[in-house]
């Protein structure tokens, strides 16, 4: 199984990114999806995610701002981060989660995002 991030980078404050995440080795449609991020010396928080069935929710602090889709067709899940502020930096991690069998649990390699002032 494998998670390929990508996507990330610099960019100034109140512009756009998006995040790639592609997934191989699972069947795709069978998994919740999900983006976290962590900044250095904190801990890893959810963003968004996006569930089988096309159930989304998203922390408070992207709210308006991000929005996670995915295609099942291509076995990719992407996060569209706009009016992106300082605090969005972090490292930004994609997790599968099968929709049952919740051990089944595996994240991609990660991908820096670093939003300059």
């Known amino acids: 199984v494998q998670l390929q991030a990508s996507g990330g980078g610099l960019v100034q404050a109140g512009r756009s990114l998006r995040l790639s995440c592609a997934a191989s080795g699972v069947i795709f449609s069978t998994y919740d999806m999900g983006w976290y991020r962590q900044a250095p010396g904190k801990q890893r928080e959810l963003v968004a995610a996006?569930?089988?069935?096309?159930?989304?929710n998203y922390a408070d602090s992207v709210k308006g701002r991000f929005t996670i889709s995915r295609d099942n067709a291509k076995n990719t899940v992407y996060l569209q981060m706009n009016s992106l502020k300082p605090e969005d930096t972090a490292v930004y991690y994609c997790?599968?989660?099968?929709?049952?069998?919740?051990?089944?649990?595996?994240w991609g390699q990660g991908t820096q995002v670093t939003v300059s002032s």
């Open positions: 997790k599968a989660q099968h929709r049952r069998a919740w051990s089944s649990v595996y």
């Open positions: 996006v569930t089988s069935g096309g159930s989304i």
